[in-house]
């Protein structure tokens, strides 16, 4: 009988899962990967895939480095693909994790789903990808889920990456599938997903032939006797050998701790037997559709926006957008450390340029790091810790671009003062504002006086401890505190109390 955890919408007879005729309801496809540093490639994958009738391409990304998060979010704006911030977490396989994540969240969207990786095209014999689930319909409703073996590519013996696309450039493969499938399945009669198979609740497995298949008792995930049938998965496994050579450095999405390819393994697929062409066919279709989507993103407004990072600390990343026209909005990406990702829109104004602001104090990691990018545009910017950055720039930068961040000014104020030639530093820089908060300005002006060997310094700082003696005590801890050296060492030398900045009493 069915499973009581089917969709409830879709309720249907025991015996029989038909798939409508049209090319809604149970015939909306979709196909789901997880991706890392794939900038060369996700646009022909995504092509491919919807040529081949995939309704909705749903991406994982993996947080990259190398443009493929930008280029997923711009697609994501134009409604080409949905992609979802998926960060590598501690003891997680992210694979697994963001399969299953998919399952509970968007597969309900379609009626069949396949679940595949970045270096895999499903390749019918003829159609596309809804046209065999529909004759597999006709010929079983009871079928649920299809088995689809892989059929290995090599490197052909090529060395370099070439100028193509991945599907005309390797055609040499193995000369039958492998054991090894990815299944193609109803998204309402699945429990869970093991990266190759999934645990049906309901309905049976076929395989490319439509054919109740056997499965190997020493490899569960296998088939024992996998044929050509009417789709294959191609799984482009090594491309060439540079190619190889600097995907083997990344770490392995199916894996909870990081784990690396064997460079060894590339000489075993170097020099396969069979000339394979299916796909690569298919080229001149996949390449206009490359084109086509590289316009849209090429034409989005916020292609020319580029990100300017002016803080980043524990308060959080403050910036602003150069490029923005009056009346233009724009959303940012800010991902922190590789592991949080947040999307804010520019509603604020710095130096008169429309600026965001991600507050740090609450995120699961400091912000150490962070890469920065306008939702739409391929453009990222990089930026540390402001704790990392030159002490001087990162003041002159509040200054001209915060000058009300009164805290902050004050704070990295006085890390300069730790040291006299923080301090000389400190004394070229113009003096901050502090209306709110009177006695930061007082404590700066009378120190930097005491350095610049002035008395009078010392009848500032005594004057605003008489007049603002609360908040005065308090500077003086956060001092002690920090260990704010020179700047201690100075209000010692005027004879002033360093908890009180007030005068030491003479003793008779």
Same mark, same amino acid.
Not at 187 to 212: E, F, I, K
Not at 309 to 316: C, E, I, Y
């Given at each position: 009988?069915?499973?009581?955890?089917?969709?409830?919408?879709?309720?249907?007879?025991?015996?029989?899962?038909?798939?409508?005729?049209?090319?809604?309801?149970?015939?909306?496809?979709?196909?789901?990967?997880?991706?890392?540093? =794939?900038?060369?490639?996700?646009?022909?994958?995504?092509?491919?895939?919807?040529?081949?009738?995939?309704?909705?391409?749903?991406?994982?990304?993996?947080?990259?480095?190398?443009?493929?998060?930008?280029?997923?979010?711009?697609?994501?704006?134009?409604?080409?693909?949905?992609?979802?911030?998926?960060?590598?977490?501690?003891?997680?396989?992210?694979?697994?994790?963001?399969?299953?994540?998919?399952?509970?969240?968007?597969?309900?969207?379609?009626g069949w789903v396949l679940v595949c990786d970045l270096d895999e095209f499903v390749v019918p014999r003829t159609g596309?990808?809804?046209?065999?689930?529909?004759?597999?319909?006709?010929?079983?409703?009871?079928?649920?889920?299809?088995?689809?073996?892989?059929?290995?590519?090599g490197s052909g013996g090529?060395?370099?990456?070439?100028?193509?696309? /991945?599907?005309?450039?390797?055609?040499?493969?193995?000369?039958?599938p492998g054991p090894s499938v990815k299944t193609l399945?109803?998204?309402?009669?699945?429990?869970?997903?093991?990266?190759?198979?999934?645990?049906?609740?309901?309905?049976?497995?076929?395989?490319?032939?439509?054919?109740?298949?056997t499965w190997s008792d020493r490899m569960p995930i296998d088939l024992v006797d996998a044929q050509d049938g009417e789709v294959l998965v191609h799984h482009y496994f090594t491309k060439s050998r540079a190619e190889w050579t600097r995907r083997r450095k990344?770490?392995?999405?199916?894996?909870?701790?990081?784990?690396?390819?064997?460079?060894?393994?590339?000489?075993?697929? =170097?020099?396969?037997?069979?000339?394979?062409?299916?796909?690569?066919?298919?080229?001149?279709?996949?390449?206009?559709e490359v084109?086509?989507?590289?316009?849209?993103?090429?034409?989005?407004?916020?292609?020319?926006?580029?990100?300017? /990072?002016?803080? /980043?600390?524990?308060?959080?990343?403050?910036?602003?957008?150069?490029?923005?026209?009056?009346?233009?909005?724009?959303?940012?990406r800010v991902v922190i450390n590789d592991v949080v990702e947040r999307v804010v829109t520019c509603d604020r104004v710095i130096d008169g340029k429309p600026a965001f602001f991600v507050v740090g104090k609450w995120n699961e990691v400091p912000s150490r790091s962070?890469?920065?990018?306008? /939702?739409?545009?391929q453009q990222a910017v990089t930026a540390v810790h402001d704790g990392r950055r030159d002490p001087v720039e990162v003041l002159s930068t509040v200054l001209s671009a915060l000058p009300g961040a009164e805290e902050k000014t004050f704070n990295l104020s006085i890390e300069l003062l730790r040291t006299e030639e923080g301090a000389r530093s400190l004394a070229g820089l113009p003096a901050g504002h502090f209306d709110k908060y009177p006695w930061y300005g007082a404590l700066l002006s009378g120190l930097l006086a005491l350095h610049?060997?002035?008395?009078?310094?010392?009848?500032?700082?005594?004057?605003?401890?008489?007049?603002?003696?609360?908040?005065?005590?308090?500077?003086?801890?956060k001092l002690a505190e920090k260990e704010v050296r020179y700047a201690l060492e100075l209000v010692d030398g005027a004879g002033l109390a360093v908890d009180t900045l007030q005068p030491v009493p003479s003793v008779v």
């Open positions: 009988m069915r499973s009581l955890l089917n969709r409830r919408v879709r309720s249907q007879p025991a015996e029989a899962a038909p798939v409508a005729s049209g090319d809604g309801g149970d015939l909306r496809t979709a196909v789901c990967a997880i991706a890392r540093n =794939e900038r060369d490639y996700m646009l022909e994958w995504v092509a491919y895939h919807r040529l081949a009738g995939f309704d909705g391409i749903h991406v994982y990304d993996n947080v990259s480095d190398d443009g493929t998060s930008e280029l997923l979010a711009a697609l994501d704006a134009e409604g080409v693909i949905t992609r979802v911030h998926w960060p590598r977490r501690e003891g997680i396989p992210p694979q697994r994790h963001a399969y299953q994540h998919f399952l509970e969240n968007s597969a309900g969207e379609y596309t990808v809804k046209d065999f689930i529909r004759r597999g319909t006709e010929l079983d409703p009871t079928v649920t889920a299809y088995a689809l073996p892989w059929l290995v590519f090529q060395e370099e990456q070439g100028s193509g696309l /991945v599907i005309e450039r390797f055609t040499q493969c193995a000369d039958r399945f109803r998204s309402d009669a699945v429990l869970a997903m093991r990266t190759h198979v999934v645990d049906l609740m309901w309905g049976r497995y076929a395989d490319n032939r439509y054919q109740r298949p990344m770490p392995k999405a199916d894996r909870a701790t990081v784990s690396h390819r064997d460079l060894k393994m590339f000489e075993r697929y =170097e020099d396969l037997p069979r000339e394979e062409t299916r796909a690569a066919q298919l080229a001149d279709q996949v390449r206009a084109q086509r989507l590289q316009q849209l993103v090429d034409r989005a407004p916020a292609r020319t926006l580029k990100p300017v /990072v002016l803080s /980043v600390s524990r308060d959080g990343v403050i910036g602003t957008v150069d490029g923005l026209r009056d009346g233009q909005d724009c959303s940012v962070v890469r920065v990018s306008v /939702v739409g545009s610049r060997g002035e008395r009078g310094g010392a009848d500032v700082l005594a004057a605003a401890a008489v007049r603002w003696p609360d908040g005065c005590r308090q500077m003086a801890e």
